[in-house]
């Protein structure tokens, strides 16, 4: 073979023989294909390198450091490593444990140190604070609550995208593209990394973005430069990976074993267990029903006991819906929502999660266009069982509100639970906060009535800008606000 640059058939190859040497299932004829790769092109010792030293150092991640102790002081110079018997490849075994892999990888590498030559290496600009996505497509896409832009072409940093409905790509500055699947929930965290929370991404892999990692509740993906999708399934968090070409590693993050899968392969992560590698790929759909496993929790499903809005005009009322509004002057009507929910009989200690949610309707007041994505905050009163009645609610008696303005509160009577965001234009949907600022506020209210204050944080850029508005316990036809928890049965 002419040494140059790696065709496609070479590179297959090569990740196979990689494949079989981190699996400890290489063999004589196999060892020899690689060693014929290794020295007759260039290209090929680069590939294999980064590979090993990737593999070499995720090791070291999962192992908290333990593995240190078998790696060498330090790496042979160049030039005083010498080739034995014409061989590249070492006939290390045992592999597989993580503190020999290590050993293996670097002695693999220091083996053949004099054919380093002096690389650079692409680096990935990390910052929570920076945009590192770009959303490339959007395609008959509906959202539910996140803390992030969902305009095509929008620029993302770090936040939490909850797609309902359609599909959205997602193309990251490290290269690496990304491919949203509804109903999914997807934590961007850099530009090397992703949370699945629930839900599939199909996942496209440049050699400038190997590594990156598809982190999710039950195990973490990392790639090799390949083509490849994840999915979770909801309430249970377990995780399948299918490879359609390349090379992945799925590692579970307690116990930091690790299966290498190759093109046509699958792997299933359930209930702590690590699954094998199988070859054949299958239908990656998840049931969303309710009859998943809870992970041995009980949800209760609380609806307002008393609910009502600030801010009313006359002749622009409703009764069945509760209006949000911050209008653009201070003369303009400001409107918040309260809700009040009782949660005697829920004891502190069995609380384990909760979910607000608001399903969202339009008020048909205001205009769409003088409102950009607006944002949302949920608050709950620090005080127990404050009274207040939803008939004689107003912007004088209402809890803590701070009058002349649509999202200020009095802050030493609140606490701030969370925030979601509604795209420009959107009027429907289900959105609401989770998380455990709200289920440490449950905790600590826990026996008693809570009351929830909603505001609208985006201010209309002109006047007669849009009323938002979500469906209350009157609606005839609409879910009403819930509050669902997670009680834990111990």
């Given at each position: 073979?002419?040494?140059?640059?790696?065709?496609?058939?070479?590179?297959?190859?090569?990740?196979?023989?990689?494949?079989?040497?981190?699996?400890?299932?290489?063999?004589?004829?196999?060892?020899?294909?690689?060693?014929?790769?290794?020295?007759?092109?260039?290209?090929?010792?680069?590939?294999?390198?980064?590979?090993?030293?990737?593999?070499?150092?995720?090791?070291?991640?999962?192992?908290?450091?333990?593995?240190?102790?078998?790696?060498?002081?330090?790496?042979?110079?160049?030039?005083?490593?010498?080739?034995?018997?014409?061989?590249?490849?070492?006939?290390?075994?045992?592999?597989?444990?993580?503190?020999?892999?290590?050993?293996?990888?670097?002695?693999?590498?220091?083996?053949?140190?004099?054919?380093?030559?002096?690389?650079?290496?692409?680096?990935?600009?990390?910052?929570?604070?920076?945009?590192?996505?770009?959303?490339?497509?959007?395609?008959?896409?509906?959202?539910?609550?996140?803390?992030?832009?969902?305009?095509?072409g929008a620029r993302l940093g770090t936040g939490t995208m909850r797609l309902t409905e359609?599909?959205?790509?997602?193309?990251?500055?490290?290269?690496?593209?990304?491919?949203?699947?509804?109903?999914?929930?997807?934590?961007?965290?850099?530009?090397?990394?992703?949370?699945?929370?629930?839900?599939?991404?199909?996942?496209?892999?440049?050699?400038?973005?190997?590594?990156?990692?598809?982190?999710?509740?039950?195990?973490?993906?990392?790639?090799?430069?390949?083509?490849?999708?994840?999915?979770?399934?909801?309430?249970?968090?377990?995780?399948?990976?299918?490879?359609?070409?390349?090379?992945?590693?799925?590692?579970?993050?307690?116990?930091?074993?690790?299966?290498?899968?190759?093109?046509?392969?699958?792997?299933?992560?359930?209930?702590?267990?690590?699954?094998?590698?199988?070859?054949?790929?299958?239908?990656?759909?998840?049931?969303?029903?309710?009859?998943?496993?809870?992970?041995?929790?009980?949800?209760?499903?609380?609806?307002?006991?008393?609910?009502?809005?600030?801010?009313?005009?006359?002749?622009?009322?409703?009764?069945?819906?509760?209006?949000?509004?911050?209008?653009?002057?201070?003369?303009?009507?400001?409107?918040?929502?309260?809700?009040?929910?009782?949660?005697?009989?829920?004891?502190?200690?069995?609380?384990?999660?909760?979910?607000?949610?608001?399903?969202?309707?339009?008020?048909?007041?205001?205009?769409?266009?003088?409102?950009?994505?607006?944002?949302?905050?949920?608050?709950?009163?620090?005080?127990?069982?404050?009274?207040?009645?939803?008939?004689?609610?107003?912007?004088?008696?209402?809890?803590?509100?701070?009058?002349?303005?649509?999202?200020?509160?009095?802050?030493?009577?609140?606490?701030?639970?969370?925030?979601?965001?509604?795209?420009?234009?959107?009027?429907?949907?289900?959105?609401?906060?989770?998380?455990?600022?709200?289920?440490?506020?449950?905790?600590?209210?826990?026996?008693?009535?809570?009351?929830?204050?909603?505001?609208?944080?985006?201010?209309?850029?002109?006047?007669?800008?849009?009323?938002?508005?979500?469906?209350?316990?009157?609606?005839?036809?609409?879910?009403?606000?819930?509050?669902?928890?997670?009680?834990?049965?111990?």
């Amino acid at each position: 073979m002419k040494s140059g640059e790696l065709d496609k058939n070479d590179k297959e190859q090569l990740l196979m023989l990689i494949s079989e040497v981190l699996d400890g299932t290489v063999d004589e004829v196999s060892r020899e294909a690689l060693n014929t790769l290794l020295k007759a092109n260039p290209d090929a010792r680069k590939f294999y390198r980064s590979h090993m030293e990737l593999h070499a150092r995720l090791h070291l991640d999962y192992t908290g450091g333990a593995a240190a102790d078998a790696m060498p002081v330090s790496l042979p110079k160049p030039g005083t490593e010498s080739v034995q018997d014409g061989t590249l490849f070492s006939k290390q075994r045992g592999v597989v444990a993580a503190v020999l892999a290590v050993a293996a990888c670097i002695t693999l590498i220091a083996t053949f140190a004099w054919f380093q030559q002096p690389e650079e290496t692409p680096a990935v600009a990390k910052s929570e604070t920076e945009s590192f996505v770009t959303i490339k497509q959007v395609r008959a896409a509906r959202w539910e609550s996140g803390n992030l832009s969902t305009s095509e072409g929008a620029r993302l940093g770090t936040g939490t995208m909850r797609l309902t409905e359609g599909l959205v790509t997602l193309h990251f500055d490290s290269g690496a593209q990304v491919n949203l699947e509804a109903p999914s929930e997807l934590t961007l965290i850099d530009a090397m990394n992703v949370q699945l929370v629930k839900g599939t991404v199909v996942v496209d892999i440049p050699e400038s973005a190997i590594g990156f990692q598809v982190k999710t509740p039950s195990a973490n993906v990392v790639d090799f430069g390949t083509r490849f999708s994840v999915s979770v399934a909801p309430g249970t968090g377990g995780t399948r990976t299918q490879v359609y070409e390349g090379l992945v590693e799925v590692q579970s993050p307690l116990s930091g074993e690790i299966v290498s899968l190759k093109t046509g392969q699958r792997n299933l992560v359930e209930k702590g267990k690590l699954g094998k590698a199988q070859d054949g790929l299958s239908e990656p759909v998840w049931r969303t029903d309710d009859s998943l496993d809870m992970d041995q929790s009980d949800w209760s499903v609380l609806e307002p006991t008393k609910d009502a809005y600030i801010g009313r005009v006359p002749d622009h009322e409703s009764e069945v819906l509760l209006y949000l509004k911050n209008g653009h002057a201070d003369y303009a009507p400001h409107r918040k929502s309260y809700l009040g929910f009782d949660l005697d009989g829920i004891e502190s200690a069995h609380i384990a999660d909760a979910k607000l949610s608001l399903h969202f309707a339009p008020t048909g007041w205001g205009l769409a266009s003088h409102v950009p994505d607006a944002f949302f905050s949920v608050y709950g009163l620090l005080a127990h069982d404050l009274p207040w009645d939803e008939d004689s609610l107003n912007e004088k008696n209402a809890p803590a509100n701070v009058m002349g303005n649509g999202a200020s509160l009095v802050g030493s009577k609140v606490r701030k639970l969370g925030t979601f965001t509604i795209q420009q234009g959107v009027q429907r949907g289900d959105f609401g906060i989770d998380g455990e600022t709200l289920t440490g506020y449950l905790r600590d209210h826990a026996g008693s009535e809570i009351t929830l204050i909603v505001v609208r944080d985006t201010v209309e850029t002109e006047d007669a800008g849009l009323v938002h508005g979500f469906a209350s316990r009157r609606h005839p036809s609409l879910p009403a606000p819930t509050l669902s928890i997670s009680l834990s049965k111990d």
